[in-house]
């Protein structure tokens, strides 16, 4: 049980006295302005049952979302130059996309939908519709149409409104009134950042599209049971077990649940459940790095895009009184875009306080312990060192305890690579064979020749932490048959970041490798090694002076080469003649 069943008891039509927030003198910002009058009178993109086959043929997702995407997205602009300009001709290209969405033969992104595994189909079975998060975008998507434009759709194309009503009540509302084995639900008590998308999007088609009052509270009752379940999940210190990434995507869409079930039910739900999660709203200034960098663990990159809804996490730190998160929010705030559907674009629009709101230079905390992720993040004034334990078991999880970064003035340049373009092996039986899921291309050991291992019970035991330091057991990550223990201090002195591993092996035959992956140009040498990164220099040293070998891996996939460039280094650190019981000493500093 979590902070909404605390906060709002029980759920009546009575309280449910408002739908959706105004929408009203829409200030469109030039560049989107732009992209809807290069479009107008062009063909729209239209998603093809071949592009759908793909996923279940040869596992390619992308082609066919992004078909839908710039669908939707076009809708979006439409709406709100209707809604600016007053010009028929928006309102029809609104119209025609509304449409178009309505006749889609399926809401649900392909990677998703059970069509394959429940009737044996390569293209959705529309008799039975799944409830993913490409099904609640939708039904979000055209509740928030309808709210913007009702009347006047009703005026110039009587009917329409009731098509959106039709079709999100039969691909949305209906299945998650009455088929509740849906995973997302965390019934089962894995509760991950399904939940709140998808909750928050059917609480918005609730509230519009539902004209019963007694099936809009019935169904608002549901989706908070729902976000209570999530709510609950969230650890106490506010850490995101998938990253700051996806932080966005689950931690920030339950915020605006909230935010929209306050107004709807007239204040009616207090602000203690956004005092309860206090520590979550931190959370995405807490792992800034600097500029576009932010720490990444599991499949979140580490310079995610830039055009998140700030304007969401600022209202959430004003709900809380979070001067350092609005700060943050404030930094990145820029034209709004609709890149996360037309809800998004059009409370950026509509937010006040958020367009006058004055700036101020955001103050990241010196140093920050996560216990319910074992993740330490320590700052100095150029240096930043991440740390992470925990277990291979997280959502979106990568073999990566024990696994360090370091940046230079808010660069990594020791990094987590983050995660290639999703495809059907990504979340299939094969994702460890995916190289940025390995142990060995994160700053772990291979420990006689076997990298860590996934599932929850491969874990990293906390020694101790300092302001600045951590101490781990890495040896669990492994196996017994390979490791009696793997120890991993790491620190971060002054201007100085120090590494010392320690270890006592099952004795074998095979290698032991320490590996360093790098975003920079390395120049080897003696016991030690140069990164020169875009920053500046990192000054390597590893004492004993054991042999180095260089490997490279060029890039090809625009997930990874967007952030990282055209390759990646990986210095591997041969220990083995150390022998099965050892040590070994790294300090890392700049170089001047």
Request: glycine share 8%.
């Amino acid at each position: 049980m979590g902070p909404l069943a605390a906060a709002w008891p029980a759920i009546t039509e009575q309280l449910l006295i408002r739908s959706l927030p105004p929408v009203d003198d829409l200030d469109i910002p030039a560049d989107l302005r732009e992209r809807a009058e290069a479009e107008r009178g062009k063909p729209w993109p239209v998603p093809l049952a071949s592009g759908y086959a793909r996923y279940f043929r040869d596992g390619d997702r992308v082609g066919y979302e992004t078909i839908v995407f710039e669908r939707a997205r076009r809708v979006s602009r439409a709406a709100v130059m209707a809604a600016a300009t007053g010009d028929d001709a928006w309102l029809d290209e609104a119209a025609d996309g509304a449409t178009l969405l309505c006749e889609q033969s399926s809401w649900c992104w392909p990677a998703h939908d059970d069509t394959y595994s429940r009737h044996g189909a390569v293209v959705p079975t529309v008799t039975d519709p799944y409830l993913d998060l490409g099904a609640g975008e939708m039904a979000g998507q055209l509740a928030w149409l309808d709210h913007l434009l009702g009347d006047r759709l009703d005026e110039r194309v009587p009917g329409l409104r009731a098509r959106i009503r039709h079709e999100v009540d039969r691909r949305v509302l209906t299945p998650f009134e009455t088929r509740r084995d849906w995973h997302w639900l965390g019934l089962d008590g894995h509760v991950h950042n399904w939940n709140p998308w998808i909750h928050g999007n059917v609480l918005v088609a609730a509230l519009r599209l539902v004209g019963d009052p007694a099936r809009r509270a019935s169904l608002t009752a549901l989706v908070v049971d729902g976000l209570d379940r999530y709510a609950a999940s969230l650890p106490a210190d506010g850490a995101i077990d998938e990253g700051y990434s996806y932080w966005w995507y689950g931690a920030g869409r339950l915020f605006e649940a909230l935010d929209l079930l306050t107004y709807a039910s007239g204040g009616a739900l207090s602000d203690a459940p956004f005092h309860a999660l206090r520590e979550v709203v931190a959370f995405p200034h807490r792992v800034h790095l600097g500029g576009d960098w932010y720490l990444n663990h599991a499949d979140g990159a580490a310079r995610p895009p830039r055009d998140q809804p700030w304007d969401a996490l600022h209202r959430a730190a004003r709900r809380v009184g979070d001067a350092d998160a609005a700060a943050h929010a404030l930094a990145h705030r820029a034209p709004a875009t609709e890149t996360h559907g037309l809800g998004y674009l059009l409370r950026a629009l509509t937010d006040r306080e958020w367009s006058q709101a004055i700036p101020r230079p955001p103050s990241p905390p010196r140093s920050i312990w996560f216990p319910s992720t074992q993740v330490l993040i320590a700052r100095s004034d150029r240096l930043t060192l991440a740390v992470k334990g925990g277990h291979n078991g997280e959502n979106h999880n990568h073999n990566d305890l024990g696994s360090f970064v370091v940046a230079l003035d808010g660069v990594p340049i020791l990094i987590d690579p983050g995660r290639p373009t999703y495809t059907a092996q990504t979340f299939g039986p094969r994702r460890y064979e995916i190289w940025t899921m390995q142990s060995a291309w994160h700053n772990t050991p291979t420990i006689r020749g076997e990298q860590q291992r996934p599932g929850p019970e491969f874990s990293a035991e906390k020694l101790s932490t300092g302001r600045a330091s951590i101490d781990l057991e890495l040896a669990p990550a492994y196996g017994k048959d390979v490791a009696r223990s793997w120890r991993r201090t790491a620190r971060l002195h002054h201007d100085m970041v120090v590494v010392h591993d320690e270890w006592d092996l099952v004795a074998g035959p095979e290698r032991t490798l320490l590996h360093l992956v790098v975003a920079g140009e390395v120049t080897l040498g003696e016991g030690g090694a140069s990164i020169a990164g875009p920053s500046g220099t990192l000054r390597l040293d590893w004492e004993p002076a054991v042999p180095c070998a260089l490997t490279v891996r060029e890039l090809d996939d625009p997930q990874l080469s967007d952030v990282w460039g055209k390759r990646l280094l990986r210095l591997d650190l041969d220990v083995t003649a150390l022998g099965p019981i050892a040590s070994l000493h790294l300090a890392i500093k700049e170089s001047p």
